[in-house]
């Protein structure tokens, strides 16, 4: 059964950092593209960053491209999301996800995690 659990999700003041872990069972995550992805109150579900599988070529929306950055840990099965200069529009629930197809603003997700809070406020 394979499941993706997230951590790492806090309350942070505007310009603070937060990094989010995402690790599997049941798969192992070098082997696949994996994804973060976003859902704000009231707002659709949006991807943030994504790192392919084959050559760990990355990509990164707009709204949070020189602050996000998206790595893997081989050894630790697990990948990260280090958030830097937190604004309060990053507040949303942040979603690991292995993506079948695209890693970019069009992708097609094979397995979900449950999701861990973010909330940027002072």
Not at 25 to 48: C, D, H, I
Not at 81 to 102: H, I, W
Request: glycine letters at 12%; a positive charge.
């Amino acid at each position: 059964q394979v499941q993706l659990v997230e951590s790492g999700g806090d309350l942070v003041q505007p310009g603070g950092s937060l990094r989010l872990s995402c690790a599997a069972s049941g798969l192992t995550l070098n082997y696949y593209t994996v994804a973060w992805f976003r859902q704000a109150p009231g707002k659709e579900r949006e991807g943030a960053s994504c790192i392919r599988d084959v050559g760990g070529a990355t990509w990164y929306a707009d709204s949070v491209k020189g602050r996000f950055t998206i790595s893997r840990d081989h050894a630790k099965n697990t990948v990260y999301l280090q958030m830097n200069s937190l604004k309060p529009e990053d507040t949303a629930v942040y979603y690991c996800a292995t993506v079948n197809r695209g890693c970019g603003s069009s992708m097609i997700v094979r397995d979900w995690g449950q999701g861990t809070q973010v909330t940027v406020s002072s």
